[in-house]
């Protein structure tokens, strides 16, 4: 088992870092994490709100502090021996190159949306160059509108090589070097998930150059705050 957990947006001040990572720790009844990642690159007012708004329903960020100051602060916490590696997930190209070229332990995994609607490939390239585990969540593109899992690519190349259409875009982001996360409730998807066959690098390409439709499906990148936006079914 690998664990890894997260530190929330209104604990990005240095000094709460520590305690919000042992409080994690104590939760989870563990001795250490093997990956410890800052959620967002947001921080929020810092307290023990985890969702701080103004009187107008806005969100208050705390402006005082940098993401590399909390870097900083979780680099520290590898040192303490309770915390294999960090991360960070929800930045962009600029804001990874900014930490890594100021860290001293440098991020193992980042954590992104990434799917043929989202590829990313600048940041594929620079995790590849620099060794970091880029991770891509919502591999199927949540199951939601636009629907990735019916875009006329995937399910042709599903046919040709029969596999389904999920199976198709979980092989496309392992052989183009991304962890993934999926998930599933439905037992049988999640076996079907787990046997996932190579695909020929035809198809590869297919995918890769031959889908046009740009999305993103999770605006957590622009505001910090998570979430699927669904647009029907
Ligand atoms: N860093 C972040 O800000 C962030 C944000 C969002 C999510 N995440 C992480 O990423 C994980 C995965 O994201 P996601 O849920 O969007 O992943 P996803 O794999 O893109 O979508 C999951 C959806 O696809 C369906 N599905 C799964 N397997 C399928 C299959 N074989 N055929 C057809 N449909 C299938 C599931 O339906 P059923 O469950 O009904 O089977 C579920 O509705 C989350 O659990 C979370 O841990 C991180």
Redesign the pocket.
């Known amino acids: 088992m690998f664990i890894g957990t997260k530190l929330w947006n209104n604990n990005h001040r240095p000094e709460r870092v520590r305690p919000a990572f042992e409080a994690s720790l104590k939760r989870l009844q563990l001795e250490y994490a093997d990956l410890y990642a800052a959620?967002?690159p947001f921080a929020f007012k810092p307290g023990d709100e985890q969702d701080p708004r103004d009187e107008n329903g806005k969100v208050i960020y705390d402006e005082a502090i940098t993401l590399l100051d909390t870097w900083k602060a979780m680099e520290s916490l590898v040192e303490t021996g309770r915390c294999k590696a960090i991360g960070l997930?929800?930045v962009s190209l600029a804001q990874l190159q900014e930490i890594f070229s100021a860290a001293r332990v440098k991020p193992a995994v980042v954590?992104?949306?990434s799917?043929p609607y989202l590829p990313q490939w600048e940041l594929l390239d620079f995790c590849k160059q620099h060794g970091i585990v880029m991770q891509a969540?919502?591999?199927?593109?949540?199951?939601i509108e636009p629907k990735l899992?019916e875009d006329p690519v995937i399910t042709n190349i599903a046919k040709r090589v029969n596999q389904?259409?999920?199976?198709v875009l979980l092989a496309w982001a392992l052989q183009r070097g991304t962890a993934l996360?999926?998930?599933?409730?439905?037992p049988s998807?999640?076996r079907?998930?787990f046997e996932v066959a190579t695909l020929p690098e035809t198809a590869m390409k297919e995918i890769s150059e031959g889908i046009k439709t740009e999305y993103r499906?999770?605006p957590?990148t622009q505001t910090g705050i998570?979430g699927?936006i669904p647009r029907g079914r």
């Open positions: 959620h967002t997930s929800d954590q992104v949306e799917h969540f919502a591999p199927l593109g949540h199951a899992l389904t259409p999920a199976q996360l999926t998930t599933s409730k439905t998807r999640i079907e998930n499906f999770n957590v998570p699927f």
